[in-house]
Nanobody
Framework: QVRLVESGGGLVQAGGSLRLSCAVS????????MAWYRQPPGKQRDLVAL?????NTNLADSVKGRFSISRDNAKVYLQMNSLKPEDTAVYYC???????????????WGQGTLVTVSS
């Protein structure tokens, strides 16, 4: 079973920075795509940033120029700069990894970490 553990959320003032981390553990082989999603209060969960196995990245228009995504072995990071109140949300990491137990690629989600940006 593939498990994800997120960290790095918290309360920050507008204009500040935070770095989210997500660590993959469990019985897995190769890792394909890694991504961050966010879900503001009362709204749907949307993709924020994605990074492929080869390092190609894709960012939502709302965070381009402020956020960046990176990966290092079995970890994925989201660097968030120039934070705005509208960035307030629960942030989730999602990883596509080869599950050694099922012998298939599967998506795994983290438990979510709350980011609150005060004005």
């Amino acid at each position: 079973q593939v498990r994800l553990v997120e960290s790095g959320g918290g309360l920050v003032q507008a204009g500040g920075s935070l770095r989210l981390s997500c660590a993959v553990s469990g019985a897995f082989g190769s890792i394909s795509r890694m991504a961050w999603y966010r879900q503001p209060p009362g709204k749907q969960r949307d993709l924020v940033a994605l990074i492929t196995a080869t390092g190609n990245t894709n960012l939502a228009d709302s965070v381009k120029g402020r956020f960046s995504i990176s990966r290092d072995n079995a970890k994925v990071y989201l660097q968030m700069n120039s934070l705005k109140p509208e960035d307030t949300a629960v942030y989730y990491c999602k990883v596509e990894a080869f599950d050694l137990r099922t012998q298939r690629f599967a998506n795994a989600w983290g438990q979510g970490t709350l980011v609150t940006v005060s004005s």
